[in-house]
């Protein structure tokens, strides 16, 4: 017996956009997801584009409404782009990447130098930031450098090295994270550079 193929659900059309629709739309948002004023307008404004193609509305009028929405929501606290970045820079960090890629992420967010810079400032403030000890919790997750088998780790060195450097980190950090004689040597990094900072 064959089965017939799983029919497609059909997608629903786009609403009308009112103001109050994306308003309701727009907490629904950010109830899932945490987002910048930036990327939050990215997304209401797709919301608007597809419902002046199905409504023949005039993308403008469906703009001026996102940006007033936006207005609401920042007066509210909801969208609040200095603690969006400082939440994202944390996140980040506690993931192990570097400095560069933390201001790529955030930048591709369209948050501002201002915003990036408060939340860079912060980060080193709460967490004793260095990117040594970024490099070494990129390394733990991934099980590479002082956490492979002995016996792979010299057959892997090149690739490890490889993986930091393509996340952002710079040779040295990664050499040095790499090249540490176990875990316990890494930690040994981490501490002597929260130290001198």
């Not at 609403?15 to 987002?35: F, K, V």
């Not at 400032?121 to 919790?137: C, G, K, P």
Request: hydrophobic letters at 40%.
């Amino acid at each position: 017996m064959t089965s017939s193929p799983p029919e497609k659900r059909k997608r629903r059309k786009p609403r009308r956009i009112t103001p109050a629709y994306l308003e309701r739309a727009g907490l629904a948002y950010l109830e899932r997801y945490a987002a910048s004023s930036a990327h939050f307008r990215t997304v209401m404004l797709r919301k608007v584009a597809r419902s002046a193609r199905e409504h023949g509305t005039p993308v403008e009028e469906g703009a001026e409404m996102v940006d007033a929405v936006i207005a609401r929501f920042r007066k509210a606290g909801l969208l609040n782009d200095a603690a969006y970045a400082s939440a994202r820079a944390r996140s980040l960090f506690r993931a192990g990447r570097p400095r560069p890629f933390i201001v790529r992420a955030l930048r591709a967010k369209g948050l501002g130098a201002d915003d990036i810079d408060l939340a860079l400032q912060t980060l080193s403030n709460e967490m004793d930031y260095s990117d040594i000890a970024a490099a070494a919790t990129y390394v733990k997750r991934r099980r590479i450098g002082p956490f492979r088998h002995d016996k792979a780790r010299a057959e892997n060195r090149q690739r490890d090295l490889a993986a930091l450097g393509r996340s952002g980190f710079s040779f040295g950090v990664a050499r040095a994270a790499v090249d540490a004689a176990d875990p316990d040597a890494l930690a040994d990094l981490v501490n002597d550079a929260d130290r001198r900072d």
